[in-house]
């Protein structure tokens, strides 16, 4: 029986695309553009800081993203305390309210721990997961891939989890499949549906796929394609992922094994003529 993917749903939307893309760091506002065109995804995340907002000709990034297509996701990038996130998380609502887009009361929650690893304070992460969505704000969390720590955001009431599988920007793609592994099966015990999202570390396709074909139940990343050497065929390239790792981790891998297991039956052959090692 053929696999038919289903398509992605998060916080009561339903996605025809499992792939996110980041909106920060193209050479210009026409590139990324043309990358998330290239993409497919039908969410991106907006860095809510003003100067992330707008380039040195005062042009607004926002001009350059179709709202009737996609779905905007707000995101605290650079904070490092509670207060800030929720600050900024109100700030981005704000925003979106006046343009209509239905992400407003979403935000991708980035409560950071230091500037040399970009990786998230927990402890502060599940404070603010717990306030914001006692601000009626649908929280997509950013985690570490440990998987104590994400099922405790998720317990905070966070819609998603999205476990790094390497520090932002790094490009190590998945460093520890088992603890991704291990987060997938505590976030949907009881909840298979709960969206899992790989967030962060993404170097390039293979690292997408991968992801996908370990079950996560999408991939959020923005330095893999806005730093390529063409943002729109890597854009490309992650869409193409996506969809194969999604289609192969549906299919079931054949299991892994110590030796080698012959395609076609021995009946048959040839005798041969000495002794065969092994037998």
């Known amino acids: 029986m053929a696999t038919h993917p289903r398509p992605l749903t998060v916080a009561g939307r339903t996605f025809d695309s499992r792939l996110f893309v980041g909106t920060g760091k193209y050479a210009s506002h026409e590139l990324m553009r043309d990358a998330l065109d290239a993409s497919g995804c039908r969410v991106v995340t907006v860095a809510v800081r003003r100067e992330r907002l707008y380039n040195d000709r005062g042009q607004s990034l926002l001009e350059f993203i179709d709202l009737t297509r996609y779905t905007i996701l707000p995101n605290t990038a650079g904070c490092f305390t509670l207060d800030d996130a929720v600050r900024v998380a109100r700030l981005g609502r704000d925003l979106l ?32 997961t717990r ?26 009431g966070a819609a998603s989890v999205m476990p790094a599988g390497s520090p932002i920007g790094s490009g190590r793609g998945i460093a520890n499949p088992a603890n991704i592994t291990l987060c997938l099966e505590l976030l949907k015990q009881g909840d298979p549906d709960y969206p899992v ?9 293979s690292d997408a796929a991968v992801a996908m074909e370990l079950g996560a139940d999408g ?28 289609l192969s981790y549906l299919a079931g891998r054949i299991p892994r094994k110590l030796h080698a297991s012959a395609s ?13 090692p092994g037998e």
């Open 97 to 128: 309210d006046q343009l209509g887009n239905p992400g407003a009361s979403w935000v991708k929650l980035e409560v950071l721990g230091d500037r040399k690893t970009l990786l998230p304070d927990p402890a502060a992460t599940i404070q603010a």
């Open 131 to 156: 306030e914001l969505v006692k601000d009626g704000f649908q929280v997509l969390a950013y985690s570490s891939d440990d998987p104590i720590a994400a099922l405790r955001i998720k317990d905070a």
């Open 197 to 205: 999202i790989v967030d962060a570390g993404v170097g390039a396709a």
């Open 219 to 246: 991939v959020l990343l923005n330095t893999a394609v806005a730093h390529a050497k063409d943002p729109v065929s890597m854009a490309r390239a992650m869409r193409l992922a996506c969809e194969a790792g999604r």
């Open 264 to 276: 076609s039956p021995w009946d048959g052959t040839i005798a041969p003529a000495h002794a065969i």
